[in-house]
């Protein structure tokens, strides 16, 4: 059990502070909108059963304007179309830049990739990996999901570290975690989240690992953000200790793990420094899997 002083907060799973222009998302997670016992009609029940109830009808149609779409802008069906354009008109810009600094660009890119690194952040939208390192089409092999987690039972994460080692020979794995992660506070919330109790179970029982040192930390925020590191360097730990990692690392001496916090109030990225070696000599009494 979470110590009841954590948590509280209303659980958002997307951004805390939006930006300019920012778009406030459906993701937006609020606990409270459990459906009502005896089951309530979903957002997708269809309009024949709506149009036989008024009430619930009213929760099935379309607004008149989005939020976040501007004050004389209600052609809703016109705004999703050309939300929608914008990214191929983007694409078009992008492929043309690309082949005026590089003619090769495309030439190279269809034959093959070989990246240096392996990438597994979290699925929060404001921190996009290639972006905040300066890295190009082909550099980072990537993985997203909610709160960075490698999960040994999760053949999604499991099946890319496997490739990105085995295959692609990545040289670094990174897992990049961020200060302000919505998963990690709604993990630190001791609530019923249905089903992404199982995902956040993982982040809780790194809780449960390092309860005494941040029990001991008073400050809630700076207790939150001690428990993004931890979590963090917890994943670090599960990705040496997959055979893939082991097997690598004894044949090559890589891939070297490596551990990572964003910062959105300047865009930093802090090292939590991991010693590898360390690391891997600390596990492999119980998990040594390269006998
Ligand atoms: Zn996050």
Known sequence: MLPSRIGGQPLRLAASRPHPGHRPSSLAFNPARRPAAGGSRSVSSSS????????????T??????????EDDTDVERYLRENH???????KKWAAERLKQDPDFFTNLAAGQSPEYLWIGCSDSRIPAEQITGLQAGEAFVHRNIANMVISTDLNVM???NYAVRHLKVKHVVVCGHYGCGGVKAAMTPK??????PWLRNIRDVYRIYEKEL????DEHKRYNRLVELNVIEQCRNIVKTADVQHSFEENRYPIVHGWVFNFEDGSITDLNIDMKQMLGGIQKIYNLTE
Request: aromatic content about 2%; cysteine-free.
């Open 192 to 197: 019923d989240m249905g089903l992404l109790n």
């Open 85 to 91: 354009q914008r990214l191929f008109e983007n694409n």
């Open 215 to 218: 029990d001991a930390i008073t």
């Open 48 to 59: 024949s059963s709506s149009s036989a109830n008024p009430s619930s009808g009213a929760k």
């Open 159 to 161: 099946s890319v570290i």
């Open 61 to 70: 149609k379309i607004p008149a304007r989005l939020p976040g779409m501007n």
